[in-house]
C-alpha cells in the first residue's frame, strides 16, 4: 500500500484503512455486551427515567442531561444501542475535528482514529466524549485568542467549557486550570467576560434544573457540595470512590503519545500548554480513571500535531495498535462471554485488577434479563423490594425493558421506613473555639429520601441478587438463575 502523509488529501489506499478503522470500531461497540461501567447506570439509568421506561425511584445521576437529551433514542427503540452510536458519533466528531484544526493533518487523523482512548470509550454510555468534544474546541479557540488577543475566540472558548459543564462536572476543575494558565496575564476584564460566557454555557442545565428541581443552581451545588464531601468524609459510605491507583495510572500515561513527553524539553515555548495540561493531568491521577484521559489526549494531539515526522508517527503508530488491543481485549471476549461473573461487564483495568479471568458461556445480565422476563409472568404487576445491598434495585432496573413489573424499591428506602427515618447520611462541621465565644457557628448537610409515596406495608415479595434478601418476614420461595425470589 501507499501512502504520502505530507499531503492533505487521501488517497485510496489511505481512504480505505480510515474506513476499515472506523467500522471495525462501530462493529465493536455494537456487538459487546459490555456498556461501562463507573457510573453508567447513572447515565443510563436518567435516559430511561425520561423515557417513561424505568421502573424505579433515580438514585442520582452525575447528568441529567445527557439522559434528557438522550430520552427519545430509548422511546425509538427499547435497548441502549442507540446510546453507544451515540458515543460513537462523537468521538467520530473529535477525530474529524483535530484533522481540521489540525489543517487537515493526515498524521493527526490516523493517530486520533486509532488511538486506545477512542477505542477503549467507545462502547461506554456517559457524556465524556460529548464533553471532550467541548473541550477540544474550547482549549483551540482560546489558544487563538491568546495568539491574537481576539475576544470573540474568548468568549466561543467559555461557553463550550460551560456547555460541556453541563454534561460532564469535572470540565469545574479544567476550567479553573484553563483560567490559571492562559488568562493570568491578561485583562480583568477578559476574565469576566470568560466567566460570563461559562454560564451562558450553563444555561441548558439550569434550565432544566429549574424544570425538574424548580431549582437553576442544583447541579451545581450538588457537585461541588459533592466533591466537598468526598474529600472531607470519603462520600456517604465512609470511604473514598476517588484516589490514586497505580496500575490506572500507568494506563493513562500510556494513552499520551511519546512526542508529548519531549514537549517538556521546549517547556518556554510551550508554556501555557504544558501547564494547563500538567494541571488536567494531575487532576485526573488523582482519580485514576482511564476513561477521564479522553478528555485531554485529543488536546494533546492537537498540540504535538504539526510536529510530528514520520518516524515519530510510524513509531507511535505501533504503540498505538497495541495498546488498542490490550485496552480492546474484554470487549472482544464479551461479545460472546461474560466475565468473572460481573453484571456490568469488565473493561480492561477491572480485568488486571482482579487477577483472574474467568468466563461464563451467558452473561450475569443476561441471565438477569431471563429471570426477570420469568419474574414478570409468575407474578405480574407487583412491586419487589431488592436487595441486600442499598443500590441492588438499580441493576434490575436498568436491564428490565418489559411493562409488567411496577417498580424496584431499595431495601434501604424499606429499612428508612421500617425505622420511620429519613436521613441517609449527615455530617456536621463545628470549629472548636479556644477562646469564651458565645455563639458558635457550625454547618451541616447530607443526603436525605426524597418525597416517598410507596406503602412499603403492602409489599409482599423481595428479589435478592446471588442469595435471599435478608429480610425479617420474608422466606425464599423460588431460585431462578441468579435472583432468589421471596415473599413476606
Known sequence: MSFNLETREFNKNEKIIVTIGVVILILITLLTNYFGSTDVGDYADSAKYFAGKFHADLRNSHSYLYGFLHAPLLKILDSFILLKLSSIFFLLLIIYSLYIMSNKNKKVLLLSLFSPIIWYMAPWISPIPIASLCLLWAYYFIKRYDKTDNIKFLLASGFLIGL???????????????????????????????????????LPIMILDYRLFHFPFYSLIKTTAGNFSIMLFGGIYGSSSSSFNLLATILILLTFPLAYWKFYKSFKEYKKDLIFLSLCLLLIISNSQLRYALALVPMVYLLIGNSLTNKQFKKQMILSLILLLIFIFPYIIQLKYGINGSVSGSEITGLIAEHHLNLDRESYSSLIKQDLSDIEKDYKNESFLVGNGADDYEPLAYLYWGNGINSFLSVQDYDLFLKNQTIIFQKTIMPMPRIPERRQIWISGGISRGNDHTDYSSIKYAIGINQPVKIDGFSVVKKYNLLYLSKR
Not at 490559571?180 to 460570563?196: E, G, Q, R, T
Open 164 to 202: 460541556g459543564w453541563t454534561f460532564w462536572n469535572t470540565i469545574m476543575f479544567i476550567a479553573v486550570f484553563m483560567v490559571l494558565s492562559f488568562l493570568c496575564n491578561k485583562k480583568l476584564a477578559d476574565f469576566i467576560y470568560f466567566s460570563v460566557f461559562i454560564l451562558i454555557g450553563l
